[in-house]
């Protein structure tokens, strides 16, 4: 089914708006600005509105449905956060209105900085990443400068484990290192033999993410660190699984030198098409002169009968701006709302609920399908999607077939570490039936597999498109689909 476009349903002589009476002089405008040839579709206010709201209906999104994407930590975003968002205070400010007039929202980014410190143990915070991608490229930049600044010129290695997120290659190689890939050992922790072997004074760091992307806390994560301490690197840590160690575990109490955040993973803001993302990035005290400027700061200490007055400082040693003006303010606004409305108690309940609901899940999934690291799991965890007795049915049959059943899939075919990977990662926000019904889901899809394996092979059946080709779409996006035909 491919749907109408609003071409298509154009009507000649239709309108939608009705303009007021004009009340200033007409002036003539460019001869190239008005086409008798463009084509516009001509349609009524609610051909307009059920057009959208249909194509909305099409979509899969966290408010109609479960959405237990791996790594993507799809939890609700409170309604409280747009609310806020929302005043007029902080909607309306611009960035270039001076400090005195947007006291409001500096407060809102300071102290946004102070509780990702406090969550975090770091000592500086930049808000500027718009992402955790772009957090990780300042994370490398910043480490970059400081072997730079001490004259160690030498280091152009970055270690990153099989498990990585792809992002984490991506962002060593943009900034010009070599990447060395450390194997995982069979317990799911980074192989410390390899880890060994692979640091000389070369090393510029290493990417760890922990937990890790197959859900797992490294064991030996202090190892780690020390040992790529010992060589003279820094360590770069991946926060987008900070949900399963609010309030428990602080990174940089492990040693880790600098860390970005993905405020629409653990901190409730928006994902992809519901918003711009925003990945803040943490450091350690030898690091806080390399940060991206200008930061929020006290730049007047308030007394009695004054409160301070915020403002904007420069790091001495900075990389320079990242991002135009301040970094997506909305999502610090959101941000700030949910850890506020949480407290200390709340985010520590949010870890804990986010590793109990996993690890009840996996319980009921774990007989059926194979567990490769067979441990107890953080947030998330990685089955096979594939059965011994039935091969030729994959993950992304399995993936498929869940639609059917009106969930969305898990993240598929990532950690590249396990074949046909199917990662998993409920969140606390989701109730023990929401769960429940995943779980069933996923027996019956498995019993569908031994039984009736072209339901899986052939699924979805219920969507309007049915499988695509995602390497074409990708590569190939048309975004225009559909255009008159030109007149002779
Ligand atoms: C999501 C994610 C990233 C990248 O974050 P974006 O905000 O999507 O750019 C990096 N590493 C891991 C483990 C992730 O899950």
Same mark, same amino acid.
């Given at each position: 089914?491919?749907?109408?476009?609003?071409?298509?349903?154009?009507?000649?002589?239709?309108?939608?708006?009705?303009?007021?009476?004009?009340?200033?002089?007409?002036?003539?405008?460019?001869?190239?600005?008005?086409?008798?040839?463009?084509?516009?579709?001509?349609?009524?206010?609610?051909?307009?509105?059920?057009?959208?709201?249909?194509?909305?209906?099409?979509?899969?999104?966290?408010?109609?449905?479960?959405?237990?994407?791996?790594?993507?930590?799809?939890?609700?975003?409170?309604?409280?956060?747009?609310?806020?968002?929302?005043?007029?205070?902080?909607?309306?400010?611009?960035?270039?209105?001076?400090?005195?007039?947007?006291?409001?929202?500096?407060?809102?980014?300071?102290?946004?900085?102070?509780?990702?410190?406090?969550?975090?143990?770091?000592?500086?915070?930049?808000?500027?990443?718009?992402?955790?991608?772009?957090?990780?490229?300042?994370?490398?930049?910043?480490?970059?400068?400081?072997?730079?600044?001490?004259?160690?010129?030498?280091?152009?290695?970055?270690?990153?484990?099989?498990?990585?997120?792809?992002?984490?290659?991506?962002?060593?190689?943009?900034?010009?290192?070599?990447?060395?890939?450390?194997?995982?050992?069979?317990?799911?922790?980074?192989?410390?033999?390899?880890?060994?072997?692979?640091?000389?004074?070369?090393?510029?760091?290493?990417?760890?993410?922990?937990?890790?992307?197959?859900?797992?806390?490294?064991?030996?994560?202090?190892?780690?660190?020390?040992?790529?301490?010992?060589?003279?690197?820094?360590?770069?840590?991946?926060?987008?699984? !900070?949900?399963? *160690?609010? %309030?428990? $575990?602080? &990174?940089?109490?492990?040693?880790?030198? @600098?860390?970005? +955040?993905?405020? #629409?993973?653990?901190?409730?803001?928006?994902?992809?098409?519901?918003?711009?993302?925003?990945?803040?990035?943490?450091?350690?005290?030898?690091?806080?002169?390399?940060?991206?400027?200008?930061?929020?700061?006290?730049?007047?200490?308030?007394?009695?009968? !004054?409160?301070? *007055?915020? %403002?904007? $400082?420069? &790091?001495?040693?900075?990389?320079?701006? @990242?991002?135009? +003006?301040?970094? #997506?303010?909305?999502?610090?606004?959101?941000?700030?709302?949910?850890?506020?409305?949480?407290?200390?108690?709340?985010?520590?309940?949010?870890?804990?609920?986010?590793?109990?609901?996993?690890?009840?899940?996996?319980?009921?999934?774990?007989?059926?399908?194979?567990?490769?690291?067979?441990?107890?799991?953080?947030?998330?965890?990685?089955?096979?999607?594939?059965?011994?007795?039935?091969?030729?049915?994959?993950?992304?049959?399995?993936?498929?077939?869940?639609?059917?059943?009106?969930?969305?899939?898990?993240?598929?075919?990532?950690?590249?570490?396990?074949?046909?990977?199917?990662?998993?990662?409920?969140?606390?926000?989701?109730?023990?039936?929401?769960?429940?019904?995943?779980?069933?889901?996923?027996?019956?899809?498995?019993?569908?597999?031994?039984?009736?394996?072209?339901?899986?092979?052939?699924?979805?059946?219920?969507?309007?498109?049915?499988?695509?080709?995602?390497?074409?779409?990708?590569?190939?996006?048309?975004?225009?689909?559909?255009?008159?035909?030109?007149?002779?």
């Amino acid at each position: 089914m491919i749907e109408k476009t609003l071409y298509e349903l154009s009507s000649p002589g239709r309108v939608g708006v009705q303009f007021p009476d004009v009340d200033v002089p007409l002036s003539k405008l460019p001869d190239n600005f008005l086409r008798d040839d463009l084509p516009l579709p001509e349609l009524s206010e609610i051909d307009v509105i059920r057009h959208y709201t249909h194509l909305s209906h099409l979509n899969y999104c966290l408010d109609e449905g479960f959405y237990p994407l791996g790594s993507c930590t799809m939890k609700y975003n409170p309604r409280v956060n747009e609310a806020m968002a929302r005043l007029p205070g902080f909607a309306g400010a611009h960035p270039l209105q001076p400090v005195e007039s947007i006291q409001g929202s500096l407060v809102v980014m300071y102290n946004l900085q102070e509780m990702l410190k406090e969550i975090s143990g770091f000592d500086g915070i930049t808000l500027q990443p718009a992402a955790g991608a772009q957090g990780e490229f300042v994370g490398v930049m910043i480490i970059r400068a400081y072997h730079l600044s001490r004259g160690d010129v030498k280091r152009k290695k970055m270690l990153i484990p099989d498990s990585a997120h792809g992002t984490n290659p991506a962002s060593s190689a943009m900034i010009g290192y070599e990447v060395a890939s450390i194997p995982t050992d069979r317990r799911g922790n980074v192989d410390l033999g390899a880890l060994r072997a692979a640091c000389d004074d070369t090393v510029a760091g290493i990417m760890i993410t922990n937990p890790n992307t197959l859900g797992l806390f490294d064991e030996n994560i202090v190892d780690v660190i020390n040992i790529v301490h010992q060589a003279g690197g820094l360590v770069y840590g991946d926060g987008a699984n !900070m949900n399963a *160690l609010l %309030g428990i $575990v602080r &990174p940089a109490d492990l040693g880790i030198d @600098v860390m970005h +955040f993905n405020l #629409h993973k653990t901190f409730s803001t928006p994902h992809g098409g519901g918003g711009p993302g925003s990945g803040p990035v943490g450091v350690n005290q030898k690091l806080v002169d390399f940060l991206p400027g200008p930061i929020v700061d006290v730049i007047e200490e308030g007394d009695d009968e !004054m409160p301070p *007055l915020y %403002g904007f $400082v420069q &790091p001495k040693k900075s990389i320079g701006r @990242v991002k135009a +003006f301040h970094g #997506h303010f909305g999502m610090h606004v959101r941000a700030f709302t949910y850890i506020s409305m949480n407290g200390a108690e709340g985010l520590r309940t949010v870890a804990e609920m986010a590793v109990l609901n996993a690890n009840y899940l996996l319980a009921k999934l774990k007989g059926t399908y194979k567990l490769p690291y067979d441990r107890i799991c953080m947030h998330e965890f990685v089955l096979e999607g594939n059965f011994k007795d039935v091969p030729d049915v994959h993950a992304l049959d399995i993936a498929k077939r869940l639609m059917d059943y009106n969930f969305h899939p898990p993240t598929n075919y990532f950690p590249l570490i396990v074949h046909e990977a199917l990662m998993i990662e409920p969140t606390e926000t989701e109730s023990k039936q929401n769960i429940d019904a995943f779980a069933d889901a996923m027996l019956n899809i498995a019993r569908e597999a031994h039984e009736s394996p072209e339901l899986l092979q052939t699924a979805p059946h219920n969507t309007p498109i049915r499988r695509l080709d995602e390497v074409k779409a990708a590569k190939d996006l048309v975004l225009c689909c559909w255009l008159p035909e030109k007149a002779e």
